[in-house]
Nanobody
Framework: QVQLVESGGGSVQPGGSLRLSCVAS????????IGWFRQAPGKEREGVSC????????YYAESVRGRFTISRGTAKNMAYLQMNNLKPEDTAVYYC???????????????????????WGQGTQVTVSS
């Protein structure tokens, strides 16, 4: 099965920035909804931002709107999450996921928990602390 691999996490101070990357081998994101999710300690996994590889539509969780930007790389199997003005509450493990185009960006991004998706990768840790 095609796995998505996340990278780019790290430790930053509040107000700092990070760019996360998501790469898959053997598929094109043109045919999927791609989403970034995160899970903080003791909390449920939640959607952060999603985009459609078909029509380019995007969705952002209210908590990150205006600070995070999702994008696709020039390579059709890359996606990014630019995170600016990071806050301590953004601390979490971040994951990317893909679903078929019968989802919408909103329906994917409002999924919660882990059980609805069976291809989670290792994720990448983001820590925001002074």
């Amino acid at each position: 099965q095609v796995q998505l691999v996340e990278s780019g996490g790290g430790s930053v101070q509040p107000g700092g920035s990070l760019r996360l990357s998501c790469v898959a081998s053997g598929i094109s994101f043109n045919y999927y909804i791609i989403g970034w999710f995160r899970q903080a300690p003791g909390k449920e996994r939640e959607g952060v931002s999603c985009f459609s590889g078909d029509d380019g539509s995007t969705y952002y969780a209210e908590s990150v709107r205006g600070r995070f930007t999702i994008s696709r790389g020039t390579a059709k199997n890359m996606a990014y999450l630019q995170m600016n003005n990071l806050k301590p509450e953004d601390t979490a493990v971040y994951y990317c996921a893909r679903v078929p185009l019968n989802y919408t960006v909103q329906s994917m991004c409002t999924m919660r928990g882990e059980s609805w998706y069976h291809r989670w990768g290792q994720g990448t840790q983001v820590t925001v602390s002074s």
